[in-house]
Nanobody
Framework: QLQLVESGGDSVKPGGSLTLSCAAS????????IGWFRQAPGKEREGISF????????TYSDSVRGRFFVSKDNAEGRAYLQMNSLKPEDTAMYYC?????????????????WGQGTQVTVSS
């Protein structure tokens, strides 16, 4: 059964950094675009970082642009989200998702597979 497993979530202080990892089993990441989404309690799911299947195109939400960086290692079967200058408002459950398509996938409806999430808490 195909799986995406996120890891790397933690509790950090404002201004800190974390790197989230998304490991894909039974999935050839070379043909999948990856998206990172997050959801805070009481809020809607938010798409924050996206990378295409070839790992040459990326885009970010306004809320994280310049602080978060998405990458993808097709050979390793992993995607990453480097998060810098973390703020309390970044506190959320973070999910990776995979979409079988060319180019970037922005809408959650584009995605075929989702991980279970990893919690990030930013607090002093």
């Amino acid at each position: 059964q195909l799986q995406l497993v996120e890891s790397g979530g933690d509790s950090v202080k404002p201004g800190g950094s974390l790197t989230l990892s998304c490991a894909a089993s039974k999935l050839n990441l070379e043909i999948y675009a990856i998206g990172w989404f997050r959801q805070a309690p009481g809020k809607e799911r938010e798409g924050i970082s996206f990378i295409d299947s070839t790992a040459t195109l990326t885009t970010y939400s306004d809320s994280v642009r310049g602080r978060f960086f998405v990458s993808k290692d097709n050979a390793e079967g992993r995607a990453y989200l480097q998060m810098n200058s973390l703020k309390p408002e970044d506190t959320a459950m973070y999910y990776c998702a995979a979409a079988s398509r060319l180019g970037l996938a922005i809408s959650p409806r584009d995605y075929d597979y989702w991980g279970q999430g990893t919690q990030v808490t930013v607090s002093s």
